[in-house]
């Protein structure tokens, strides 16, 4: 992967992921990549529940146990094991599916919000229909209720079947939006199967993971700043995350040296 090019503004952002060498081959598409925001430049995309210290035999008991013990706030007894995996990583459990962002402007605020002016921010941008014709032979995105998506499922139920997913390579899926937050910042998702490698560091003959992906930086001390334009173009937890928590914490900024003292 080529070395990234480092962000100072939101209109330089703005710049960068128009360009052919960011788009990833969608330039002229109907269609745009996704982005996923991180607050430090050395995390990878490796999904929480493989970077997690839970053994991997033991994902159908977790999600088993989740069921179970949240039937309180709603039942998930009657509903598909693809819901309940849905479900849970909802709620934060670390599962194998990563959020992905539609909305690039998103992805920039969760890069910046943490403020941390001694380590930069990571954006990746993933062409995800180059990634499943790449990983899976399969030319576009399908939902999360098709058959492609079972794959990843593990069973929940029967006892005899793997407790492992029968899928191997990762593959992006385009999910049902029954949560708010997920159509304001205009989620998908990624979901890994058997194979642990993290999205960045995936390779085929003659091919690697930079023919669907890239990644550009957030200078460290320029987060201050580029989260209080963001917040003058309304892009915000308020927004982003609707709901008193996220309205609480948008307001706390407004009112921070963060903000106030942080000149444009």
């Known amino acids: 992967m080529a070395v990234p090019k480092v962000i100072k503004s939101t209109a330089q952002f703005i710049d960068a992921i128009n360009s052919p060498q960011q788009m990833l081959g969608l330039l002229n598409s109907p269609v745009t990549p996704w982005y996923f925001g991180q607050p430090e430049p050395d995390a990878n995309l490796?999904?929480?529940?493989?970077?997690?210290?839970?053994?991997?035999?033991?994902?159908?008991?977790?999600l088993r146990?989740?069921?179970?013990?949240?039937?309180?706030?709603?039942?998930?007894?009657?509903?598909?094991?693809?819901?309940?995996?849905i479900a849970a990583h909802q709620a934060t459990v670390p599962t194998r599916m990563i959020d992905w962002l539609g909305n690039p402007l998103a992805a920039l605020f969760l890069a910046?919000?943490?403020?941390?002016?001694?380590?930069?921010?990571?954006?990746?941008?993933?062409?995800?229909?180059?990634?499943?014709?790449?990983?899976n032979d399969l030319p576009y995105v399908p939902a999360t209720d098709s058959e492609y998506f079972n794959k990843y499922v593990v069973n929940l139920t029967d006892p005899?079947?793997?407790?492992?997913?029968?899928?191997?390579?990762?593959?992006?899926?385009?999910?049902?939006?029954?949560?708010?937050?997920?159509?304001?910042?205009?989620?998908?998702f990624t979901v890994h199967g058997k194979?642990?490698?993290?999205?960045?560091?995936i390779k085929f003959f003659m091919k690697k993971s930079s023919e669907f992906?890239?990644?550009?930086?957030?200078?460290?001390?320029?987060?201050?700043?580029?989260?209080?334009?963001l917040h003058n173009l309304g892009v915000n937890r308020a927004n982003l995350f609707p709901g008193a928590p996220g309205t609480v914490k948008t307001m706390l900024y407004r009112y921070s040296?963060?903000?106030?003292?942080?000149a444009l």
Do not use: H
């Open 46 to 62: 490796t999904p929480a529940f493989y970077k997690s210290k839970i053994k991997v035999e033991l994902e159908r008991e977790l």
């Open 65 to 85: 146990e989740f069921r179970l013990v949240t039937a309180e706030f709603a039942s998930l007894k009657a509903l598909y094991d693809s819901d309940v995996l």
């Open 112 to 135: 910046v919000e943490s403020l941390a002016a001694n380590k930069n921010g990571k954006i990746w941008i993933l062409n995800p229909w180059a990634m499943n014709e790449l990983c």
């Open 160 to 188: 005899s079947l793997s407790p492992t997913p029968e899928a191997l390579q990762p593959m992006a899926f385009r999910p049902y939006r029954n949560l708010r937050p997920q159509n304001t910042q205009n989620v998908y």
């Open 195 to 201: 194979n642990l490698t993290p999205l960045e560091e």
């Open 213 to 229: 992906l890239t990644c550009v930086m957030i200078e460290g001390d320029r987060k201050k700043f580029i989260m209080k334009e």
């Open 257 to 262: 040296d963060d903000y106030l003292k942080t």
